[in-house]
């Protein structure tokens, strides 16, 4: 099964750790050697569900959605990033160089292409710019992708 993620960033502590629990339920349901996570990789829920699907004996694929897109995610996180994309079973690119909105969106459609399925920490609130959650959701419907929405109960942004 190859699942992809998409999900908002810089939620707090405790919305993180819910999160997390509910990605973790998620992985769960999958048999070890037949999961792979696709994600990009950035802070906040596409991190955590990579760490989850490894934790679990999945293997994980990286969408880069631009050449410079490491560079443009938080200094805090390099570490992560670097050490998730080391750990790739593959790593796909667009082609992109400037990480930009287009890039992330063109990113995320590569993403929705090679999944079976979607999950996506999504609040249901339209996007707050282009290639946001909503908009990856969106695509991920239109092309007829199932998508499962993760938000915990009561949980704000």
């Not at 502590?13 to 990605?23: D, G």
């Not at 880069?64 to 080391?86: E, F, K, M, N, Q």
Request: glycine share 10%; hydrophobic share 45%; with cysteine.
């Amino acid at each position: 099964m190859r699942i992809g993620i998409t999900g908002h960033r810089g939620l707090n502590a405790e919305v993180e750790r819910e999160v997390r629990a509910l990605l973790a339920v998620q992985v769960a349901k999958y048999a070890d050697a037949d999961l792979i996570g696709i994600s990009c990789i950035a802070d906040g829920p596409d991190t955590w569900f990579a760490e989850i699907v490894l934790q679990h004996g999945g293997r994980i694929e990286v969408v880069v959605p631009a050449a410079d897109y490491r560079d443009s995610l938080p200094a805090w996180h390099h570490g992560d990033y670097d050490r998730l994309i080391d750990q790739a079973a593959e790593v796909h690119e667009t082609g992109l160089d400037e990480s930009t909105s287009e890039a992330h969106m063109a990113g995320s459609e590569v993403l929705v292409g090679l999944a079976d399925e979607l999950l996506a920490v999504w609040d249901g609130q339209p996007a707050r710019g282009y290639g946001g959650t909503a908009d990856v959701v969106t695509y991920a419907e239109r092309n007829g992708l199932p998508v499962r929405i993760l938000w915990p109960a009561e949980a704000v942004r």
